[in-house]
């Protein structure tokens, strides 16, 4: 069990009472939970899955394999044709432990998602991208998240669509980061159930996704007293998208699009969000829905990893 708070003696209270009821032992300051290794510094707290990682690499035997910088080819989409391949337990236990792995590995949801597509009949091609993966992972054990204090709260998201990219469906991909502050706090990467006639109503339906994601954190943070400085905004680099987002009254051909994703309007009309355009060079969330060039990758994982969050004493018991 983990406990933190924003005030010490209230957590040694609580820490204090959970013992009279239950036989428990302080652990002190927490350091290892589940996998994920907590280190305090000078910045706050660095999260980090390093020993998971290498055990990862050792259980697939690849602890000595050659780095890659990037853990998905660029352009690459997997379908179900091919050759299945020959040990189809071993590729679902490696895939499952890596997206065990995307806790702090934010970078790696898309292309660990993308093989968790095909676990009824893994093919050669999609072990070929498992690995890749795992090649990626032995270049980078000790990344992790970077959680540092802040005295102003703000909410912006970024999420974007890669239209009609499944091959075998045609469904389209959703990819969003939503960021308090500069703390990396929610991330998504997910086929669409549907196919999207056009480009435009799958980034809408992607928004409303992302912007249901935000209200569920902006009513977090309520209940925790947490005030934000500003109205959440979330980027997005479809103009059509925003124009549906901003404006009541649009042409006939977007009446298809399902009525429970007009929600997205409400919010932008009583000023509740804001919608407002980014160029695709600096969508954050091109990472989360396909394979991107080395230089986009890397930016955001230094966006991504360099995340803030306020310090909290935290400590850790076991109950015996």
């Keep these: ?53 290498l055990d990862l690499l050792q259980r697939a035997s690849m602890i000595d394999a050659k780095p890659i910088s990037t853990p998905y080819v660029v352009g690459q989409h997997l379908s179900t044709k091919g050759k299945l391949f020959s040990d189809p337990t071993m590729f679902r236990s490696l895939a499952g432990a890596l997206q065990y792995l995307t806790i702090t590995s934010s970078y790696l949801s898309f ?39 802040q005295s102003t709260y703000d909410i912006l998201a970024y999420f974007d669509v890669d239209w009609a990219s499944c091959l075998d469906t045609r469904c389209s991909t959703t990819g969003y980061a939503i960021f308090l502050g500069t703390n990396l706090v929610s991330w998504f990467s997910k086929k669409q159930s549907t196919v999207s006639r056009s480009s435009a109503k799958a980034e809408y339906r992607s928004l409303a996704v992302a912007i249901a994601d935000i209200a569920w954190i902006v009513q977090l943070l309520r209940d925790l007293h947490v005030t934000l400085s500003t109205t959440p905004k979330i980027l997005c680099d479809n103009q059509s998208a925003i124009f549906m987002a901003v404006n009541l009254v649009t042409r ?69």
């Design 111 to 149: 292309s660990v998602n993308s093989i968790f597509q095909f676990m009824h009949a893994p093919t050669e091609d999609h072990f070929h991208a498992l690995k890749r993966i795992l090649r990626y992972v032995k270049g980078t054990p000790h990344h992790g998240l970077q959680f540092h204090q």
């Design 1 to 53: 069990m983990v406990i933190t708070g924003s005030n010490s003696s209230m957590v040694q209270t609580l820490i204090t009472r959970l013992s009279k009821e239950f036989s428990m032992k302080d652990l002190g300051d927490l350091h290892y939970f589940l996998g994920v290794e907590v280190q305090a510094n000078e910045k706050g707290l660095f999260l980090s899955q390093t020993k998971y990682a």
């Design 252 to 320: 006939p051909r977007s009446k298809h699009i399902a009525i429970d994703y007009h929600f997205v309007r409400e919010l932008v009309a009583n000023g509740n969000l804001k919608v407002d355009f980014i160029p695709s060079h600096l969508q954050l969330a091109d990472s989360l829905t396909k394979g991107v060039t080395k230089p986009q990758f890397f930016f955001f994982r230094t966006s991504s990893t360099l995340s803030l969050l306020p310090r909290s004493p935290c400590k850790g018991l076991i109950r015996e």
